[in-house]
């Protein structure tokens, strides 16, 4: 990438978007909602995953306490809506918006609680938990590094608050932030060269073009590179990490092209149209300059995960998506995306690798611009709904493989930025601001 000009193919260390996927799985078809007049009011819609998020939304509102979650079934395509306390009258509500509907016995006030009863006796390096509205339940997860006394102290909570309430269960992997790799940044530290990915373009609130990334990547290093020896094209703005992992990093030319696009390798790239919120159940995508395109599926939102730090001690990140897509050291700062555009989340780090998989932890790209001010793109905002112009994108897209599998083109690991893995970066606890 020139200094001055960006090269239209790599424009703006290009990383965000859904035009071809061409890799990764066999996109799902656009599904509208259920126009059918004839439809009884209390039928369940046919629904896309983000029309869900929308529906959702509408309803933890109106449902108040009653509402205890909700998760996108994509074998129905409906959205399925936890209704606790038993009042008919909000179940019937529910139902007329066009969800399906589960009496639980678990609200979200109480759901709420058990996670903090987890914050205060169990923040231990290696542990993360999230509630799972498909079980009605917080699922807690300890990776391989928590054992003996810690693994004592965990259970021991876990079991505290009733099988009813919560569940335990093992990782093999590590859980770990993976700066190491859509496109590859570079920094020099002194402890070596790190790299991470580019996650989307942005606009910056004083109208610079930007990028957001990881923000234990933006407070590992100050200044960003397009290639592992190359002179600095960015400079972070904000960076914060623990508590979120988000950095806003300004291109040094103002005359930098950033246009809303993933890279996915092969010469393909993804248009985005708009930030989406996270559904559980929904499928998502996730590029990133280590093992490029891979897809899975939302497990959890609003999740707490407990980083080992440098310093012996734990980084704790909040409010990130839990999914079970694949991720590796690089990956990190690189774009979670839908099928049909919408920039979902940030990829923050996590436990397992490409091989044996695991659970990776995102960043909401929502709270990011939220929090630096920015806008996607050249400045849309990212208020559209995800699904808009771009519905029917999924029909224009080839088949593409075995989900899960490194995609064909994609294989390109580096996606065309070069450079080799040289080791994690890992935040220092500290916020960078301006």
């Known amino acids: 990438m020139s200094h001055k000009r960006i090269p239209k193919r790599k424009a703006a260390i290009a990383a965000g978007g859904v035009v071809a ?27 896309r995953a983000a029309d869900a998020s929308g529906l959702s939304a509408q309803l933890a509102t109106a449902l108040g306490d009653s509402f205890a979650g909700s998760y996108y079934d994509s074998a129905e395509r409906r959205l399925v809506v936890n209704v606790a306390g038993g009042d008919a009258g909000m179940a019937l509500r529910a139902k ?6 589960r009496q639980v016995g678990n609200s979200t006030a109480a759901l709420n609680s058990a996670a903090r009863t987890l914050k205060a006796e169990a923040t231990i390096p290696g542990t993360s938990w999230a509630v799972d509205p498909r079980t009605n339940k917080v699922v807690v997860t300890a990776d391989s590094t928590v054992t003996g006394a810690r693994w004592n102290r965990l259970q021991s909570t876990v079991r505290g608050l009733g099988s009813g309430m919560a569940t335990l269960k093992k990782s093999a992997g590590t859980f770990k932030t993976f700066a190491s790799g859509g496109d590859a940044v570079f920094a020099r530290t002194q402890g070596g060269t790190v790299r991470c990915s580019l996650g989307f373009n942005v606009t910056a609130g004083d109208g610079s073009p930007a990028f957001l990334t990881a923000g234990h990547c933006g407070v590992a290093a100050e200044q960003w590179s397009d290639s592992q020896n190359g002179a600095p094209v960015a400079t972070v703005d904000q960076a914060t990490f623990p508590g979120s992992d988000l950095a806003l990093v300004k291109y040094d030319d103002p005359d930098t092209q950033a246009p809303s696009t993933v890279d996915v390798g092969n010469g393909q790239s993804v248009e985005i149209t708009g930030a989406a919120e996270a559904t559980v159940g929904a499928t998502v995508f996730r590029m990133g300059s280590t093992t490029g395109l891979h897809n899975g599926t939302v497990t959890g939102l609003d999740a707490t995960v407990n980083f080992q730090s440098e310093t012996g001690g734990v980084d704790t990140v909040t409010g990130l998506i839990q999914t079970n897509v694949c991720a590796e ?11 049909d555009g919408g920039a979902v989340g940030l990829t923050s780090g996590g436990s397992g690798d490409c091989t044996r998989g695991g659970e990776t932890f995102f960043q909401p790209v929502t709270t990011a611009l939220q929090a630096t001010g920015a806008t996607l793109g050249a400045g849309d905002g990212g208020g559209e709904d995800a699904a808009g112009d771009a519905g029917d994108a999924g029909d224009q897209q080839p088949d593409a493989g075995q989900p899960g599998t490194d995609p064909s083109g ?5 996606s065309g930025a070069g450079g080799h893995n040289s080791g994690p970066a890992y935040g220092s606890g500290r916020t960078r601001t301006p």
């Open 410 to 414: 994609a294989g390109d690991r580096h």
């Open 329 to 339: 050291p690089g990956d990190s700062g690189g774009p979670l995306f839908t099928q």
């Open 21 to 47: 996927l061409g890799a990764a799985a066999v996109l799902l078809p656009n599904a509208n909602a259920s126009q059918d007049g004839a439809a009884d009011d209390a039928t369940p819609r046919t629904l």
């Open 96 to 101: 007329k918006a066009g969800a399906s509907v």
